[in-house]
């Protein structure tokens, strides 16, 4: 999820009962997955995670902690934020399009 999270600008969100509710943001993050955040850190290695906790590390360099991972995310979303984006009008319809996609795969 964290890529199409991230990718997609959204926010996730516990609902009442819970239900996990996505929001749309303003910003649509690109960089800020861990996804990319581990290209970042340690590219082409083979890894797994869950629940923040790498299950597979398939590298002969060391694993990152999630705190290393966190702060190459936090970087990337500072980087993002000091860019002023600007969408074509066909690209947010799109964007729009897989926000309701991934909504409807999490209900």
Not at 36 to 63: H, Q, V
Not at 66 to 88: G, H, L, N
Request: with cysteine; charged share 35%.
């Amino acid at each position: 999820m964290s890529v199409y999270g991230n990718y997609l600008g959204m926010v996730r969100k516990m609902k009442e009962g819970g239900k996990l509710e996505i929001k749309p943001k303003d910003k649509i993050y690109r960089l800020t997955g861990i996804d990319s955040a581990m290209e970042m850190l340690r590219p082409g290695a083979k890894w797994e995670i869950y629940n923040s906790t790498f299950t597979r590390w398939d590298d002969d360099r060391p694993c990152p902690s999630m705190d290393e991972v966190r702060e190459v995310q936090k970087k990337a979303r500072e980087f993002e934020d000091s860019i002023d984006t600007i969408w074509k009008p066909e690209q947010e319809k799109e964007i729009a399009k897989m926000q309701r996609h991934i909504g409807g795969v999490l209900d």
